[in-house]
């Protein structure tokens, strides 16, 4: 009888901690400021953006961004190509140790490709990022429009971008 106890206790300790090594990056990064651009109803995408803060001493890596507002989402930057902002898919957005990494408009941005609805504002959206280990942290944000930003020359810029990518 107390065989089968230290071993059933010594397997709950294995699994949690092997469950905390597949959570440990989720764990050390903290989302500040989320938000999802507004789109017209026509659009072919939008985007999302956000602060990431990597609390631990090594680097992680966000390789991938799940969505079910989206038939698909990616990780994007833009890239300065002879002078016209343009967007670049990206396998990775890296968040450095014990630093920040910000997703904004005109750079490092989560693209929200063929939305199902409309991105209005009032909405929260909701990103499920997932770093290198698999791990897994879901974002729920809210919809903004870049007009009520104050962002109005951003807006230019995202929208000759847009036009280049389709
Ligand atoms: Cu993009």
Do not use: Y
């Amino acid at each position: 009888m107390k065989k089968t106890l230290v071993a059933l206790s010594f397997g709950v300790i294995t699994s949690l901690s092997s469950f905390a090594a597949l959570a440990v990056q989720a764990d050390n990064i903290s989302v500040e400021n989320p938000f999802a651009r507004e789109v017209p109803p026509t659009a072919p995408a939008s985007a999302s953006f956000m602060t990431l803060k990597n609390a631990s001493g090594k680097d992680i890596n966000l390789v991938q961004a799940h969505s079910e507002v989206a038939r698909a989402v990616e990780l994007h930057t833009h890239i300065n190509d002879g002078g016209v902002m343009r967007m670049r898919q990206i396998d990775k957005i890296t968040i450095p140790a014990n630093g920040t990494t910000e997703l904004k408009p005109g750079g490092l941005h989560i693209m929200l490709i063929g939305p199902h609805n409309p991105i209005k504002v009032g909405q929260t959206v909701t990103v499920d990022l997932e770093f290198a280990d698999g791990s897994h942290k879901k974002v729920d944000m809210p919809v903004k429009s870049f007009m009520g930003m104050g962002m109005q020359n951003q807006q230019k810029g995202q929208h000759r971008c847009g036009s280049g990518m389709h």
